[in-house]
Every structure is written in C-alpha cells, then in structure tokens.
C-alpha cells in the first residue's frame, strides 16, 4: 500500500526539492525519506516556522521513479537541472550536483548551493546527501512555493500531524482526504509550479551543514 511522507521544509529556494524543468526531483537532503520511499508514494512538504507559513503546504510529489546519483547527472533529460552559479535564479539551484570521479573516485560536487561560498566541495553536505545514494523523481506534482495554501484544520486533523522534527509516515489510505484537498488546491491540474519559492532571491546563498545556517 502507498504511503505518504510528510515534513516541514526549513530552507525553500527551489533547490530540495527541485520542481523546475517539468518534474520535480529530491536529491539532496531527507535522505532517510529518499532511501525508504517507493513509486507510488507521496511526499508533502509543509511551511514551518523559519519560512513563517506554518500550517501551508508548499508541495506535494508522488514518486514516479528513483535512479542513482550516477544516472541522474548523466542522464540527457536531467542535465538541465545541473546548477550554473552565473545563470538565472532558476539555473543557480538546479540539484543536479553529485556523481563519481572519473576511474570509480570519490564524489564530486558541483557548485552549487550545498559547496562552500567560493564553490569547492562542502565534504560535510556531501557526506549527508550522498548517504543515500538516490535521487526521487515525480512527473506528478504541485509546488506552491510562496503561494503555499493553508490546510484547514479538519483536514490535517485527519491524519493527525503536527509540525515537527523529522517526517510522519501514513498510509495512502488515511491520507485521501488530504490527498484530495491538496489536488483541489491545484485545480486539477498537476507537474507545475503556482509560484516561487519562498527564498528564490536567496538562490545566491550557501547552506553551510557544520554552522546550521546559511553563508
């Protein structure tokens, strides 16, 4: 039975998760939800507190495949989400940033929002992310980003989920009503982006994993 997984997004720029370009891809962080997570199931981000939208959902993806860090930076439909730190807004936080070295080496990081601020490798992001090495990828999405709807009350009340450390885990099932409400916020109409992410002129910033905080 498919399953949802819901979590507060801390940071949104567009980057975890990614929904330009016609999907919508979560390849760095939540790398437990990235290893358990089977096509099929859902993923929903909700607002929290460091974006000041508690109670919103800011996006909701269902998994329609998953492939490794490898495959994905090379694959020709996802080279677009490699990021370019010197391109548009959009550009600067493509997710695309991990695959081996050439021979079998180590990993290599692209510039990215995840490197340090003069674009080497952050080892300390790289570690966490490449922990699971799978990126989730969905052709069916909503992100509202900055124009994230408000989930009335009734309605995540029947799931039971409180904004929390971590993520929830409930059953397809339990979930329809939710389901179907955030698909109603879509008006039907699924795989685009309503509005930007909340943080997107911060596209220029780095997210530093041993300071907790962006650079």
């Not at 980057?15 to 199931?41: E, H, K, S, Y």
């Not at 090379?74 to 490699?82: A, F, M, N, P, V």
């Not at 550009?91 to 079998?104: K, L, Q």
Request: glycine share 10%; hydrophobic share 35%.
């Amino acid at each position: 039975m498919a399953r949802v997984y819901v979590y507060v997004v801390k940071y949104d720029f567009g980057f975890a998760p990614n929904p330009f370009q016609g999907t919508c891809t979560l390849a760095c962080c939540m790398p437990i939800i990235r290893r358990v997570a089977q096509v099929g199931d859902w993923i929903v981000g909700m607002g929290g507190r460091d974006l000041k939208a508690t109670g919103r959902c800011i996006y909701a993806m269902q998994v329609s495949s998953a492939m490794k860090f490898d495959e994905y930076w090379s694959h020709e439909d996802y080279i677009r989400k490699r990021p370019k730190r010197n391109g548009s807004r959009v550009a600067m936080v493509g997710d695309n940033i991990y695959r081996h070295a050439p021979g079998g080496g180590g990993w290599l990081q692209e510039n990215s929002i995840h490197s340090m601020p003069d674009g080497s490798q952050d080892l300390l992001n790289t570690t966490h992310d490449v922990s699971v090495d799978r990126v989730l990828i969905s052709t069916n999405f909503i992100y509202f980003g900055s124009l994230a709807p408000t989930v009335p009350q009734d309605v995540i009340a029947s799931i039971g989920y409180r904004n929390g450390r971590g993520h929830r885990v409930y059953s397809a099932e339990r979930s329809s009503t939710f389901l179907n409400w955030i698909v109603e916020q879509a008006n039907g109409e699924m795989n685009r982006v309503v509005g930007d992410p909340f943080q997107l002129r911060q596209s220029d910033r780095r997210f530093s994993r041993e300071k907790n905080r962006l650079l």
